[in-house]
């Protein structure tokens, strides 16, 4: 058990490591140049003090010290220590040089390592979003809108600062230590040796931190996605939450989960403060030491006073690495644990053709075929479906609250997948699984429970199926769904802005949108699932003859708790707890004594006057 967790974990650091791999693809080379400027920048960093060492000590002071390579031929060919005393100013303009290289050198090292930020951060959102577009229903209505986007947006932000922050400082970082410690040990080992001492310490305290703060972290993005995920859904839902007058309510949850999540932050922040007083107790010190171990030296002459100037400034030099390498190893935790929540959305199977892929007619005989399905983790919905719809026809459906009927809709479409062993849905005789996802889609027009409007205009929220749908064959549908003569009422018509999911309309007006919206495209099935329950009887008269007029050829699923709604229908289905009850026309169910009848009776009034 303990070697096959390892084995897992081994193989999600492996997939996260490729992932930020793939992600770099198109700012690699951004990071690249950037990296290659904070290098430069570093040589400057270093250079500055060897020359001011050569002014103090050999031209100057007229030592005969022994200096870098990088400065030995540049004194010779300018005349020798002796001339460069007698101007002095050619040492100065050499340091004005070299401090013009560092800051163009830094200059270039923003302006790249910001494109690669950014252009990174657009690779990542892009692909994820792709991604989580691409993955299956089944998937969404188990997860959090609000979790989903504090991932898209916050994890991502976070990756982007450890990427163009601590990554790419690495090789700067490298270059500073490694320089500053060379230039320390060629002019005096032994205060190199003093100078170093509290590094090993810094580092491994950097290493622990790490390993014991990780799982803070994680604890803190999660509740970090609870606390979006509280917000967005009474943001969505303000209408329901003014409703009921649940304002207290919801602001007191709220604030009793930011004030968990707040104190999440506030207990790390303890050990994160420890550890950084500590880091710069130590820097302070390492300072501290170079200054009385490098006067004594200079006093006992084993260090020249040039030397000792470019050891404080090496020193304070490398203070900044030893503590960003600390920084860096530390900020890894905070990092891990976003690149593992995107991870966790990007190892995430997408939505994948279970079959052949074909692409039949789909103006056919629709057929279920002994379906039997259940949801993950609760109780069989649907048991032993069986029944053939007509190309052509209407067929009606009526039933319970969960007794199937949206069930069986979203199988037809394929946002849940049934399983093998578990039936068959046919249309012309050919299997569900085999059909092609997206050309079953496109043949399928559906008008959902619940209509979902985007924040955008009337006429986008109709037009959506297309990129740039005419305005004539909006209206055409907007006419059909007996939405027009109510747009063209609204001050702006087809340009009023609809706002988020619709609230700016009434019930029946947005499923009207969303039956328009299913009319655009004269697909040959159409499925209204009990869509048309917010609009008046007279209205769902009207509809159902303009669906009868615009689409006598195709086969319409029409879901309803309305007789009048179904008894135009030239067959229908009852439903009783996931079971086939009954299977007729109108005329045939209303005189069976079953659910129908009783139904029929109970909205009819025939029921009050029996019993009178």
Known sequence: MEE?????????????????????????????????????????????????????????????????FFLDAPIKWAGGTAYLAEHIWIMAAAILIVA???????????????KGAETLTKTMRDRLFGHIERLPYAWHAKHRTGDIIQRCTSDIDTMKRFVSEQMTSIF?????????LGFMLSMNWKLTLVAMAPVPYIILRSFQFHRKIGAAFLDCDENEGKLSAMAQ????????????????????????????????????????????????????????LIVVFGSWFCIRGEMLPGEYIAFLSYGAIMTWPVRM??????EMSKAGVSIDRVAYIMRAEEE?????????????????????????????????ISFTMKAGTTLGILGGTGSGKSTMMLLLDKLYQLPEDSGRITIGGVDLRDIETRHLRQNIGM?????????????????????????????????????????????????????????????????????????????PIMIFDDSLSAVDTETDAKIRSALEARFGSASIILISHRITTL??????????????????????????????????????????????
């Open 4 to 68: 096959e967790k390892k084995k897992k974990t081994k193989e999600e650091k492996a997939f996260q490591r490729q992932l930020l791999w793939r992600f770099l693809k198109g700012s690699k080379l951004f990071f690249i140049v950037s990296m290659i400027s904070a290098a430069v920048a570093a040589l400057a960093d270093m250079v500055s003090p060897q020359i001011i060492r050569a002014a103090v000590d050999n031209v100057l002071g007229g030592k005969e010290g022994k200096l870098p």
């Open 100 to 114: 013009a290289v560092k800051v163009i050198a830094q200059y270039c090292f923003r302006v790249y390592n910001t």
């Open 172 to 180: 700067r970082i490298l270059v500073l230590l490694a320089l500053s």
């Open 233 to 288: 859904e009474n943001l969505t839902g303000v209408r329901v939450v003014r409703a009921f007058g649940r304002e207290r309510y919801e602001k007191d949850r709220f604030e009793q989960q930011n004030e968990y999540y707040t104190g999440l932050w506030m207990k790390l922040a303890r050990p994160m403060s420890r550890f950084w007083s500590v880091s710069d107790v130590l820097s302070g010190l390492q300072i501290m």
């Open 325 to 330: 390498l600390g920084r860096m190893i530390s």
């Open 352 to 384: 994948k053709e279970s079959g052949r892929a074909l692409t039949p007619p789909l103006d056919r005989d629709i057929a279920f075929e002994h379906v039997s399905f259940a949801y993950e983790g609760s109780q069989e919905i649907l048991h032993d």
């Open 447 to 523: 008008v959902l429970q619940e209509p979902y409007l985007f924040s955008r205009t009337i006429a986008e929220n109709i037009g959506i199926t297309e990129e740039h749908m005419p305005l004539e064959r909006i209206r055409e549908a907007a006419s059909a769904a007996c939405l027009d003569e109510t747009v063209e009422s609204f001050q702006k018509g087809y340009d009023t802005f609809v706002g988020e999911r619709g609230v700016t309309l009434s019930g029946g007006q947005k499923q009207r949108a969303a039956i328009a919206r299913a009319l655009t495209g004269k697909t």
């Open 567 to 612: 008894s135009k229908a030239d067959q229908i289905l009852v439903l009783d707890h996931g079971r086939i009850a009954e299977l007729g026309t109108h005329e045939e169910l209303k005189h069976a004594g079953g659910i129908y009848q009783k139904i029929c009776e109970i909205q009819s009034g025939s029921a009050e006057e029996v019993s009178a």
